[in-house]
């Protein structure tokens, strides 16, 4: 083999070392890339649950909220039906002082 054919395997050759050299360091970069990606999607999603609780706890909370109400509702609508009957009874009453049917 000639000296020339020789100079232009090992040039080529060189050439492909620097290639597989750069790929290399390619490769370690995405990994470091993927691997800190990686960690801030974990940190992202490590926070869900606690973020799942605090709003299940303030669903918890307005329905807790939402059931006093009712039972204010519900007491309040007994009281207005015992008062509505004291006050027909106290018509009765006077119209009967009155002396009216």
């Excluded at 492909?16 to 490769?27: C, D, F, I, V």
């Excluded at 993927?34 to 801030?40: F, S, T």
Aim: net charge negative; charged share 30%.
């Amino acid at each position: 083999m000639s000296d020339d054919k020789m100079q232009a395997i090992l040039a080529t050759l060189e050439r492909l070392e620097a290639g597989q050299a750069t790929l290399s360091a390619g490769q370690a970069q995405l990994r470091v890339d993927l691997m800190a990606r990686m960690d801030r999607m974990q940190d992202s999603l490590t926070g869900i649950p606690d973020d799942i609780a605090v709003a299940m706890g303030a669903a918890n909370n307005a329905r807790e909220k939402n059931a006093r109400i009712q039972s204010d509702i519900d007491y309040l609508s007994e009281q207005a039906v015992i008062k509505e009957r004291q006050i027909q009874r106290l018509q009765t009453a006077v119209r009967e002082l009155k002396g009216e049917p």
